[in-house]
């Protein structure tokens, strides 16, 4: 249990369970969810500010978004806010469309998005996934691992949905699911 708090502390991204099983010297992925899940166990037990998460594909040791403000004060956390509201726009048409072409997202957004696709590719936000059928073969734009940690997902499925925000004016009964902020994203790793 040790070997692998250790590794998740050293961690720089989410390991997948098998990756941990290796590098800790596990049986295999199994055992390490194992351990993974008594390790929160412990750490929720003795009200620690950090936690085992699923990431991104994997697990990371992360801090609880209470601290979150906390955290932020180190100024070293990838922060969201520093993406331009053309640049969210443009990544948030590629998470919810991926694989999705230039052209479609430039349709959607109703202005030229090639710039801002290239800078949320130098941050590592988007990625280019291959090559559509369309006639002159165009690139197809998908999200990335980084995307994934920035945003504090698991995985796409993760994404908020349309019918999360949708409430019927005057219904305060309403059991609509709630979405978690992103403000929980800039939870930062415990180091």
């Not at 249990?1 to 991204?13: G, T």
């Not at 609880?64 to 948030?92: H, Y």
């Amino acid at each position: 249990m040790q070997r692998l708090e250790s590794i998740l502390f050293l961690a720089r991204e989410p390991l997948s369970s098998r990756k941990l099983a290796q590098l800790a010297n596990l049986a295999d992925g199994t055992e390490a969810r194992t351990l993974i899940r008594f390790l929160n166990r412990l750490y929720d037990a003795a009200h620690r500010a950090f936690r085992v998460e699923q990431a991104a594909g994997g697990f990371q040791l992360m801090t609880r978004p209470k601290f979150a403000d906390w955290i932020r004060r180190l100024g070293n956390q990838p922060v969201a806010a520093g993406l331009s509201s053309p640049a969210m726009e443009t990544l948030a048409v590629v998470a919810y469309r991926q694989p999705v072409l230039r052209a479609d997202v430039e349709a959607i957004r109703g202005v030229n998005c090639g710039e801002m696709l290239r800078q949320l590719m130098d941050r590592d936000l988007v990625k280019i996934s291959g090559r559509s059928e369309e006639l002159g073969r165009p690139y197809l734009y998908s999200t990335t691992r980084a995307f994934l940690r920035m945003f504090g997902l698991r995985n796409l499925d993760d994404l908020p949905r349309a019918e999360d925000f949708r409430r019927p004016i005057g219904d305060s009964n309403n059991d609509a699911t709630t979405t978690p902020s992103t403000e929980s994203t800039a939870e930062g790793r415990a180091e």
